[in-house]
């Protein structure tokens, strides 16, 4: 894809939404399955996404909890970040609701104070915050053997992008997740307020596949018939995460990085998962530099954009997971 002078595009005669090229055809089941099972095998660490950086505040403990368990982190006085078990081991009161007051943690039940390090039967985990997202690493989770950091994949400069996250859940497992984001194949026919003309034009395995991923040229609509033509690829370096990366167009060496993580069963017994999504969108272009000091609204912008994916992709992975539960799943 040759560089363009202006991001945008003008569509002639596009095809309506039922004249597209069929994608059925090329969506291998087994495809699919295959670029699973290799996301699957790979290490993570034990570690696992929380939340966003941004929403670990002075005054409260940014919270989750992670197959069942219930942990929170917070900055202690010296600025580092700290996590461990969001319960009270006094009578076990959610620390979650706990304030933290000069980077001590002060349950509101009776008063026990928490430094973020061992205490009265309160054992601190593993933390790592990477400038975006905040990772927790439960070893009795995962039952991995450990690594000192999360597998972050590369980004762009964070003093020269804009960085939003998103968070959802649904009534699925992480796998029904990474299967979403490696199925690139739906993304026209199901997102056609967002995504046209896709086309995936290499998949693990081929020549023109990059780094075991699937490469995508697609246009992302602005309004009407104008687009924005670029190229991803997207890839898997750990279990519960898959990467979209930007390498050719508008916003090149752009990232999105989707994180899944497991939450524990709803009261129906169901499996819920996180979605933790971080898109770090930059630009070549001098007027990315000016678009940076609205900040905050792209932010805002960028989390809605996310969202209404995410509604509709939350519907078909927990549409995935049904099938697969009762034994109808066809892939």
């Not at 942990?71 to 620390?95: S, T």
């Not at 898109?279 to 000091?293: D, H, I, N, Q, Y």
């Amino acid at each position: 894809m040759k560089p363009r002078r202006y991001p945008l595009s003008l569509r002639r005669n596009p095809p309506r939404w039922e004249k597209q090229q069929p994608t059925w055809r090329q969506a291998r089941p087994g495809a699919i399955a295959e670029a699973l099972k290799r996301a699957q095998a790979r290490p993570s660490g034990n570690w696992y996404v929380v939340g966003a950086t941004r929403d670990v505040r002075e005054d409260r403990p940014l919270s989750g909890t992670v197959a069942g368990h219930e942990v929170v982190v917070w900055r202690a006085a010296d600025g580092r970040l700290v996590a461990g078990p969001g319960i009270c081991p006094h009578l076990g009161a959610p620390l979650a609701d706990s304030p933290v007051r000069c980077g001590t943690l002060v349950c509101h039940w009776h008063g026990m104070a928490l430094e973020g390090t061992p205490f009265a039967g309160w054992d601190p985990v593993p933390v790592h915050d990477d400038g975006v997202l905040v990772w927790v690493r439960l070893d009795a989770v995962g039952g991995e053997p450990p690594l000192d950091a999360p597998v972050v994949p590369a980004r762009p400069r964070l003093s020269g992008s804009v960085a939003a996250v998103y968070s959802g859940i649904g009534a699925c497992e992480p796998e029904d997740i990474v299967a979403n984001r490696l199925d690139p194949w739906h993304g026209a026919w199901f997102h056609p307020h967002s995504f046209v003309d896709l086309t995936v034009a290499g998949t693990p395995g081929t020549d023109t596949s990059d780094d075991d991923g699937f490469t995508v040229d697609v246009s992302f609509k602005v309004a009407g018939r104008l687009v924005v033509p670029v190229r991803a690829v997207f890839t898997s370096p750990e279990p519960r995460t898959i990467v979209m990366r930007i390498t050719d167009g508008e916003g090149r060496g752009s990232v999105v990085e989707t994180h899944a993580t497991p939450l524990g069963p709803d009261e129906r017994g169901r499996p819920r998962t996180a979605v933790v999504e971080a898109v770090m969108a930059s630009s070549e272009r001098p007027g990315f530099a000016v678009a940076r000091t609205a900040a905050p609204l792209l932010r805002r912008l960028m989390v809605a954009a996310t969202g209404r994916l995410w509604r509709e992709d939350l519907a078909y992975a927990e549409r995935r997971w049904l099938l697969r539960s009762t034994g109808r799943f066809p892939g």
